[in-house]
C-alpha cells in the first residue's frame, strides 16, 4: 500500500475528523474562557485585592528596580531579577474556570446519557432446533 493512500485512509477516518473539530472547537471554547476569565471574574476578584492588572503583579528577588513600575519596565532594568506571579494567578483561575466548565459539560451529557433508557430487548423466541423439536413431537403424537 502507498504511502499516500495510507495517509488518505488515516487523514479520512472518523476519529482523526473529530479530534480536529474538538481541536478546533477547543480553541474557541478556551477564547470564550479567556474572555471569561478576564472581563468577568478578574474585575471581581481585583477589586477584592485592589490590583486591577494582575499581570503587573511581581516581586523583585534581585535588582534596583523602582516601585510601581510596570512588568515590562521592570524586566527591562538591567541585573533586575523578576519573579512575575500576576500571570500565573490568572492562568491558574483560567485552567479552574476551564476545568468546571468541561467538568459541568460532562456531567451534563453523562445525565443525559442515563436518562435514555436503554431499549427492552425484543422477547427471546425458541431457536430454529426447539421449533424443529416441537414440530417432530407434534408429529410423533398425530401418529400415535
Given at each position: 500500500?502507498g504511502f499516500?493512500?495510507?495517509?488518505?485512509?488515516?487523514?479520512?477516518?472518523?476519529?482523526?475528523?473529530?479530534?480536529?473539530?474538538?481541536?478546533?472547537?477547543?480553541?474557541?471554547?478556551?477564547?470564550?474562557?479567556?474572555?471569561?476569565?478576564?472581563?468577568?471574574?478578574?474585575?471581581?476578584?481585583?477589586?477584592?485585592?485592589?490590583?486591577?492588572?494582575?499581570?503587573?503583579?511581581?516581586?523583585?528577588?534581585?535588582?534596583?528596580?523602582?516601585?510601581?513600575?510596570?512588568?515590562?519596565?521592570?524586566?527591562?532594568?538591567?541585573?533586575?531579577?523578576?519573579?512575575?506571579?500576576?500571570?500565573?494567578?490568572?492562568?491558574?483561575?483560567?485552567?479552574?474556570?476551564?476545568?468546571?466548565?468541561?467538568?459541568?459539560?460532562?456531567?451534563?451529557?453523562?445525565?443525559?446519557?442515563?436518562?435514555?433508557?436503554?431499549?427492552?430487548?425484543?422477547?427471546?423466541g425458541?431457536?430454529?432446533e426447539?421449533?424443529?423439536?416441537q414440530?417432530?413431537?407434534?408429529?410423533?403424537?398425530?401418529?400415535?
Amino acid at each position: 500500500m502507498g504511502f499516500l493512500k495510507e495517509f488518505k485512509e488515516f487523514a479520512v477516518k472518523g476519529n482523526v475528523m473529530d479530534l480536529a473539530v474538538g481541536v478546533i472547537i477547543g480553541g474557541a471554547f478556551g477564547k470564550i474562557i479567556d474572555s471569561v476569565v478576564n472581563d468577568l471574574v478578574m474585575p471581581f476578584v481585583s477589586a477584592i485585592i485592589g490590583s486591577p492588572d494582575f499581570s503587573n503583579m511581581y516581586f523583585v528577588l534581585k535588582g534596583d528596580v523602582a516601585q510601581g513600575l510596570a512588568l515590562k519596565d521592570a524586566r527591562a532594568v538591567e541585573g533586575a531579577v523578576i519573579l512575575a506571579y500576576g500571570n500565573f494567578i490568572t492562568v491558574a483561575i483560567n485552567f479552574l474556570l476551564l476545568a468546571f466548565v468541561v467538568f459541568l459539560l460532562v456531567k451534563f451529557i453523562n445525565k443525559l446519557k442515563r436518562q435514555e433508557a436503554p431499549a427492552p430487548a425484543a422477547p427471546k423466541g425458541p431457536t430454529q432446533e426447539e421449533l424443529l423439536a416441537q414440530i417432530r413431537d407434534l408429529l410423533k403424537n398425530q401418529q400415535s
